[in-house]
Structure formats: C-alpha cells, structure tokens
C-alpha cells in the first residue's frame, strides 16, 4: 500500500517535465548561477566605487545605461545596504536547492513553502525595483535587468511546481492552467518589460530628426 506522503504526490505522467526533480534542479542552477553572477559583478563594481567614487564601471554605457549612476541612488540600498548583496544569499539558496534536487533529496513542503515565499518576495522586489529604475530614475542598469530576466521564469516556474505537487492548494484546473501557460506567462512578461522600457527611452532609442 503506497504511504499517505507518496499517493499525494501527482502521477508522474501529469506533472511537467520542467518541473519534475532532475529536470527543475537543473533550472533552479542555471537560473540561479546566472542571477548570481550578475549579483556578484554588481558586488565587486559597488566595492570599487566605494574605494573609488570617480571610477568608471564596466557597465557605465551612457547617462541612461549605467549601473554606477543608479548604485549611488537611495533605491539601490533600500535596506541600508547595497540591494545585490540580497541577490548573493538568495540566488545561493536557490542554487543549492538546485544542487540538493540533482542528488535525489526530496525537500519537505514547508521548505518548499520558505522557498515560494523568499522567490515571491524576491519578485515582488524585483518588480518595485524595476518601477524605480524606469519611471522614477530613468537609469537602466544591465546587470540588474540579467537578475530582472532570471526572476521571471525562476517565479513562474517555481510556482508552477508548487501547484502541481500539492504544496500550494489549488484545485487541478487551476494547477493545469498555470502549467499549461507557464511559458506563455514568461513571455509576456518579458514583451512588457521591453515594451515598458522601449516607451519610456523611445526618445533616445529613436531620436527625432526634428
């Protein structure tokens, strides 16, 4: 007789391939290693800031792409601190359980539940971050947009594993749409931040001729 923990779980035909353990593993990784890296060059150009405010950061394009302009506003350290160090800790986190999950751990839903609730936090960051940076600084920093494209599949999906392995209630209908159109979702997503971004900087995407 199958344990009450296992018969629980979906049948192993219904649940996405993405979001099965090796194969949502290795997303958690490659999502997570990127998002890191990024997190981790943001580190290294605050710290050369720090010991040299006139520096000039790989990242400094022009007055509206550079990360060094938008490091010295007060967005870029809303906990007193420079927000990347967030993205070193959390993105670690994610990559570890990607690592765990490849080498067969079955994680316990409460660490399933911590997880969706530090990436839901995480987006919800990302997203007042993303406002900020666009409307109210108009200063786009590179590096921070790899750690903004990370995020939304990393949502998205991670949310769609929760559903499909019973760890957020849902009824199967609502679990089966999101699975269904996780991609679509990641999609428009990304065509609404190039959009947002294109409107606002069309002026010097596109420069009148007038």
Known sequence: MPSPTTSARPAYAAVPALVRARPFGWFLVITGVVAWIASATLVLERL???????AKISCDINSWISCGDVMQTA???????????IGLVAFAVVITTGVVLLAGADLAR???????????????????????????????????????????????WTTV???????????PGAAKFAADWAWVIVGLAYLGVIAAIFFKFMH???????
Request: aromatic content about 16%; overall charge positive.
């Open 48 to 54: 050369e800031l720090y010991t040299n405010p006139n």
């Open 75 to 85: 967005q870029a350290a809303i906990f007193g601190f420079p927000n990347p160090f």
């Open 110 to 156: 409460w660490y399933w539940i911590g997880l969706q609730a530090g990436i839901t936090l995480g987006m919800v960051l990302i997203c007042w971050f993303f406002t900020q940076a666009v409307y109210v600084l108009a200063i786009l920093c590179p590096y921070c947009m790899v750690v903004w494209s990370m995020m939304i599949p990393l949502f998205v």
């Open 161 to 171: 594993r929760n559903l499909k392995h019973g760890v957020i209630p849902a009824g």
């Open 204 to 210: 010097v995407i596109i420069p009148s001729n007038a």
